[in-house]
């Protein structure tokens, strides 16, 4: 049986309970340039609880809950005057003083903006709460002006473990539409699907990539130690002097190589990360549009007007034009992906040859070791080191090539369905 939706009277004694609303409802409202609202669907007007004379023409914080930081809108504003489509978590409150959760996508359209809200039914809800808790509590207990309170949510989402808003606001759309998909028994559509592998492949690099590094970072120090050993050995040590030196200078490569593919927001990993992540957010962002489009101005939750002299229909195509838009930069998105994986892919190659390398030297060191007979004794020791670490460094950038062939095949795929 499907829920019926909440009725609400104005009652001064809802204060602090929450407002409920089915999970597979969405809101719809398009404000001005000044956030004044012209239009919605019956969702947000019932569930915030206002008639329609007091919602039109009124500013949208009318259903602004105290509980929400003023550096969260401060931190919405400055993006989305920037022409930025941006989503984030708000806390509302209707007019009997209930409040309610939503995922909000906010968008640039025209001379104004439209607002697709979802219900949050994933855990990330509950970590930006209590992230939104501490804000506030800073606000008020150091008088934060909105724009230093910004910086810190900035900050907090970073402590989160995302590398800016941008990745956080991908992460956070695309979790939401997913667990609310789950929870209804519904599939997430083709796009989707195929945005969440590549998304899972490129933070899976992230991993391999860090753990390679690690692998690097252990290994450093064997050019100093074959050094000591063949001082040690005087004349039988001038071969191993010579491997060290040729080893040193393979560990300064790599270490080229690990600058320029995995560290800072330049570098050839931020690049393709960013750009998955950019274009998982608009795909994800252009799904939300299409299913409140799919609905009917007769049904609960339609796509709705209450602005005198503007049909349904109109309403209808403003959305429909944000969503050509969105996929139009998805588009341009998977354009970034295609160019950075082909950079991806050379980079590794380079990373191949110098493995190659350290298998030449791990030969070498080998040989020596077994010529030098117990002299040989803490060269043996290097050589177990290399051996461990080289099977461990190969093994992982096979994984990076491996997920490498997953954005791109995955890269092809999306270019058939835009």
Not at 20 to 35: I, M, N, P, V, Y
Not at 142 to 163: H, N, V
Not at 311 to 327: H, N, T, W, Y
Not at 399 to 418: F, G, P
């Amino acid at each position: 049986m499907t829920e019926q939706p909440a009725q609400f009277t104005a009652d001064s004694s809802y204060s602090g309970s929450e407002a409920q609303f089915h999970l597979s409802e969405l809101f719809h409202s398009r404000t001005d340039a000044r956030g004044v609202i012209q239009a919605g669907n019956t969702v947000f007007q019932r569930v915030a609880g206002y008639e329609w004379s007091e919602l039109v023409g009124a500013p949208h914080k009318i259903i602004r809950h105290p509980d929400m930081p003023k550096g969260v809108f401060e931190l919405i504003w400055s993006r989305i005057k920037a022409g930025k489509p941006t989503g984030g978590y708000v806390k509302n409150r209707c007019k009997n003083g209930r409040y309610y959760w939503v995922f909000a996508l906010i968008a640039p359209i025209g001379d104004g903006y439209i607002s697709t809200r979802l219900k949050p039914s994933s855990a990330l809800r509950g970590e930006v709460e209590k992230l939104y808790s501490s804000l506030l509590a800073r606000e008020t207990e150091e008088g934060l002006k909105p724009t230093e309170s910004a910086e810190i949510l900035l900050q907090g989402i970073t402590d989160l473990g995302f590398t800016n808003y941008e990745s956080f606001q991908s992460h956070a759309l695309a979790t939401e539409v997913e667990a609310r998909a789950q929870q209804l028994g519904r599939q997430l559509d083709p796009l989707q699907r195929r945005f969440l592998e590549m998304s899972k492949a490129i933070a899976q690099v992230q991993v391999e990539t860090s753990e390679m590094t690690e692998a690097f970072e252990v290994i450093r120090t064997v050019p100093m130690n074959m050094r000591i050993i063949a001082s040690r050995l005087e004349s039988a040590g001038g071969p191993i002097s010579a491997i060290s030196v040729n080893y040193s200078q393979m560990l300064e490569d790599m270490s080229t190589w690990v600058e320029t593919f995995v560290e800072g927001e330049s570098c050839v990993f931020a690049r393709i990360r960013d750009a998955i992540l950019k274009g998982q957010f608009l795909g994800f962002a252009a799904g939300l549009v299409d299913e409140m489009l799919e609905t009917c101005e007769g049904e609960e939750g339609g796509i709705g007007t209450h602005t005198d002299g503007l049909s349904v229909q109109a309403e209808a195509e403003i959305c429909a034009e944000l969503k050509r838009g969105f996929l139009e930069e998805t588009a341009k998105a998977l354009t970034e992906v295609e160019v950075e994986a082909k950079r991806f892919a050379r980079s590794v190659l380079d990373m191949k040859r110098f493995v190659t390398g350290l298998s030449s030297t791990r030969m070498m060191c080998k040989i020596e070791s077994a010529a030098l007979n117990n002299s040989g004794t803490a060269l043996a020791g290097i050589v177990e080191q290399l051996d461990e670490r080289q099977d461990e460094i190969e093994a992982r950038l096979a994984r990076v090539v491996e997920l490498n062939s997953v954005v791109q095949s995955n890269t092809a795929m999306l270019r058939t369905l835009l």
